[in-house]
Each structure stands twice: as C-alpha cells, then as structure tokens.
C-alpha cells in the first residue's frame, strides 16, 4: 500500500528506518528485529540504500521479505550515486515486480574518500531528477528527503528549501525529513515549506541517541546540530551506556511529544538497527 494510504488511518504514522546488515549473521539478527516491530503495528519500514549501489541486494531482498513474510509494509530507498539511468530503471523494474510500493528517492552522498558528488555520466545528478523519472514511468509513492537545518553542501537553508521544492514539484508524495534535536528549526522549516505552497505530508525524522560518540560522528557528517546542554549533559555520562540510553529516550519521547502537539502527522525513526530505544519511545508516546 502507498505510504499516503496508511497514512490516512495511521495518525500519527510512525515509521522505522534500517539498513542491510553487511553479514548474513546480522541480517538474520534484522529479520528478528523487523519481527518485534511488527508488533508496535508501524505505519512502515524503510530501508538504505548504500553508496555506490553496494547493497542493491540487500536492500531489496529486506524491503520484499519484510512485507511478503514479516507483514510489514515497506519502502526501499535508491541513490543517485554511481548508477547510469538504465540501472536505475532496472532496480525499479525490480522493486515494481517484487511488490514494493514505496521508494525514498535520495541523490546520495559523494562515495567515500570524495568530496563532491560527481553524477554517472548518463545518470542523474540530483534527487529531483530522479523523482521526475520515477514519477513519469512507475507506479510508486516517493518519498524524498527535507533538511530542517538546511542540506550540509547548500549555500543556505532558504538555498535548499527552494530546491526541495523542484523535487515536491517533480511528483514527490511525502517529505522524511534529515534528524533534528532542536524542534525551533523543524518548525521554521516546515512553516517556509507551507508558505511556498507545499501541501504534502512533512515527517520530522528522529533518532533516538544511543551513543555519544556515534551521535556526535552522525551529526558532523550530515550537518545536524547537537543543542549544548544535550552535549554537555551526555559528555558526562557517555561512559555508561545505560545512562546514555535512558537519557536518549526520554529526550526523544519529549522531542516527539512536542511535534505531536504541535500536528505533525507521524515520526520517522532512525534506529540504526537496534530497535529498543524506539520501542519504548512508541510505547511511551501511546500511554
Ligand atoms: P538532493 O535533493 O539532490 O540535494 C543535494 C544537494 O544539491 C543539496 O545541497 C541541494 O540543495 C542541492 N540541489 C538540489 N537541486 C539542485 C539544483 N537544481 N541546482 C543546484 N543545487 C541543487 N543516503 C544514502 O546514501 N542512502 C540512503 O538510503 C539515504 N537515506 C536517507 C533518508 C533520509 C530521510 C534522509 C534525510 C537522508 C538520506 N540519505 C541517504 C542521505 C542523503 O543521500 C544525503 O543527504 C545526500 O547528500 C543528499 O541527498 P538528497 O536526496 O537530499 O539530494
């Protein structure tokens, strides 16, 4: 089913993101992780895609059993980065006839050891374009990604906002916004988004903090910021892990209760494959 149509009786919808394990060992280790969520009723699943199409596979082979074995509905991210269009068109093909339904259309980051994002020569250069190609041939929901701070390569956020727009208008469906800590820039974000005429849905990704290192390593690549008092609070206690995790959820769960309150129509969940945090964040927003 498309991401929009669950998202007519999943209010709020609540997704969860997961990337292909490297080894079968932690594949199988995922598939059990999908199975406990299953029970949380998500809206859906979302799975990444990696740098230069090294995961293709796997990211296939996740998001078709995640829906036709585990139940759970599923959407396959795809890159930009290293594929000529024809390849693209091949891993849709794939995607449509194994019953994927949903596709998270993504330029990509540059590969590693790269600092700028070089286009295959006959591929596409930014997720808009791939957004327009989809639209144009497939029957998917696209989801497309929406930066609260602003994308990292952007000259400015007004600068970004503008082109997340040409991608909304190229046949996007849903905008998953990048993580956040600081609801003031997913507010002002989504309110510039509205006052250029975009009415689709916008949900405010949130990863739940597990690890401070890992958190502090995640934000300096994608751009997020980390608020002081958070960073000072888990400087502190980043040496005992239960600490950090106890502190990661419940900063979450305000963080999210706060985007509720407010009318945000579901969270996307980054959970790094580790699905505990999540859960108990899920559960607690319920009660
Ligand atoms: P784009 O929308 O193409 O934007 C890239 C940059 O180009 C931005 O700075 C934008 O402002 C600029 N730009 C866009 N259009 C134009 C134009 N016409 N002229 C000039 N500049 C322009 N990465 C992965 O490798 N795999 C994943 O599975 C993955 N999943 C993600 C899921 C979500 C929800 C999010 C938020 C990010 C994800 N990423 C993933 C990271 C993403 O690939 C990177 O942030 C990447 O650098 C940008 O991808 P994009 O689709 O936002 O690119």
Redesign the pocket.
């Known amino acids: 089913m498309f991401i929009t149509e669950i998202m007519k009786s999943h209010k709020p919808a609540f997704s969860l993101?997961f990337f292909p394990p490297k080894s079968d060992e932690d594949t199988a280790l995922l598939f059990r992780t999908l199975e406990d969520v299953r029970r949380l009723n998500p809206s859906f699943v979302s799975v990444?895609?990696?740098?230069g199409g090294g995961t293709r596979d796997r990211t296939l082979q996740i998001v078709e059993q995640a829906k036709s074995i585990i139940g759970l509905e599923s959407a396959a991210?795809l890159?930009c980065?290293g594929h000529s269009r024809d390849e693209i068109k091949g891993i849709l093909d794939d995607l449509v006839n194994s019953g994927i339904e949903n596709v998270?259309?993504?330029?990509?980051?540059p590969p590693r050891g790269e600092a700028r994002?070089a286009a295959h020569p006959t591929g596409f250069r930014?997720?808009?374009e791939l957004t327009a190609f989809i639209r144009k041939s497939y029957p998917l929901c696209i989801a497309?990604?929406?930066?609260p701070e602003g994308?990292?390569?952007?000259p400015s956020k007004e600068?970004?906002w503008a082109?997340?727009e040409?991608?909304v208008k190229a046949g996007a469906d849903i905008i998953?916004?990048?993580l956040f800590f600081e609801n003031a820039y997913f507010f002002e974000f989504e309110r510039h988004m509205r006052e250029r005429g975009i009415s689709i849905p916008i949900i405010p990704?949130i990863m739940p903090i597990t690890n401070f290192q890992q958190i502090l390593r995640f934000t300096k690549i994608?751009g997020a910021s980390i608020p002081h008092k958070v960073a000072a609070d888990l400087e502190e206690i980043q040496h005992e892990p239960e600490s950090v995790q106890r502190y990661g959820i419940e900063f979450a769960t305000k963080q999210c209760r706060d985007l509720l309150d407010h009318g945000v129509p579901g969270i996307?969940f980054y959970t790094l494959n580790k699905s505990r945090a999540t859960r108990e964040i899920i559960s607690r927003l319920a009660g």
């Open positions: 993101e990444t895609y990696g740098a991210h890159t980065v998270v259309a993504l330029r990509g980051d994002f930014y997720a808009s497309v990604a929406g930066y994308h990292i390569e952007s600068t970004d082109h997340l040409e991608k998953l916004t990048q990704g994608c996307h």
